[in-house]
């Protein structure tokens, strides 16, 4: 056999490797899924403690270490030492998964990851929203100065949005609070002109203008969402979670709640995997719901519901309220009864909200939630944003104006459609011949041809 012939008979070979959190193994799990539906061989690389969480039938799973292979995170002295290690340790053993390769048909030919100097052909992927990625492009190469001065405000992303203080990410607004994450975000763009792809969840319909605004300098290819294709074109067979939980959802229990219940008449509460909520803040949602007068389930992770006022599990009927520690979030999104989302507006969450079209009120805490929410409400105009009182707490009354609005207000047949509407752009993105499909299968036919 020919070196040549040898050669056509390899198979393109992909690795994925998100940073260890949910947040970020969702997506590139899912990219992972889409390049093996389109008959690549698609391989997720995760530490030890995320591995476990991993079952996706059409992804192979390799193990790369962080350097703290028991506990993960929890074991690292501070965020700088975990980062600093996930970056040694993984690329140390990112280069003994390579060579494990090499000699086989699949050998590895492009990795997928976060930052982008790797001994094979590359893909940066962003797991941030377009607009996101924008102001930390501006930031790297001198184009907006950390701290944000008052004289840069507000920062204009192309011609679409202006964002005040408040809208920008809390990176921004209190570097010294962040400075291992903002580091991080800054440096994924340090190494962008020696890699071959770059990539970011989200899709043409919804930032066009965004990613045109920066293209040459962050010439991005918009690939998402990237949510199970069950929720949107359906190609993938039988993908209808995205294969990674580091939580065991409680989907019966939720879903046998939901039956019954009218449509459009459940309000859906959660802030995700990471954020924290303070005692007060527990208090004023949890009062808030009680008091708005519409069923709810919310979403309460078990490390949280000490926080939980004293009688509010005893004052809520079954009927009317359910507090559960995890759930299949989209199987509960896409119920026929929920009505509205009260979302943090991490970006997955925001992309499974637009995706099956459920109205938001958004309760940003951190991280680049605040400017997601902000496009929320006045750019996607999709649903509301909760306004925080004078010590940074959404009042109870507040939480009850925003789901009023979304859920019975004048606004709300507005904020339905414009809903509808971009999850129907979802849609249309992902399906054969979609913007994301089609710049995926520019990706998949790229890397068949540097390869042979």
Known sequence: MTRESSALQQQDHVVVIPYPGQGHINPLLQFAKRLASKGLKATMAATPYAIKSITAHNVAVELISD?????GFAEASSVQAYLESFETAGSRTLT???KKYEDTECPITCVVCLQTERPVCSAA???????ICSIFCYIHHG???VPIE???LPVKIGSVAELCRDDLPTFLRTPGAYPAYLTMKVNQYNNLSKTDWILCNSFQ????????AIAELWPAKLIGPMIPSSYLDGRIKGDKGYGASLWKPLSEQCLNWLE????????YVSFGSMVSLSIKQMEEVAWGLKNCGWSFMWVVRESEQSKLPNDFLDSIQEDKGLVVSWCNQLEVLAHESIGCF?????????????????????????????TNAKYIEDVWRVGVRAKEDESGVVGREEVERCVGEVMEDERSEEIRRNARKVSELSREAMSEGGSSDKNIDEFVEQLKLMQH
Request: with cysteine.
């Open 205 to 212: 319909a919804l930032e066009d203008k965004e990613v045109k």
């Open 150 to 152: 008052t004289e840069d």
């Open 67 to 71: 350097g703290f292979d028991q506990g």
């Open 96 to 98: 003994e998964l390579i």
């Open 143 to 145: 184009m907006l100065k």
């Open 125 to 131: 992927f962003f797991t941030n929203s377009a607009a």
């Open 260 to 267: 019954g219940k009218v449509s459009k008449s459940v309000i």
């Open 342 to 370: 009260v979302t943090h507006c991490g970006w997955n969450s925001t992309t499974e909200g637009l995706g099956l079209g459920v109205p938001m009120v958004g309760m940003p805490v951190w991280a680049d939630q605040s």
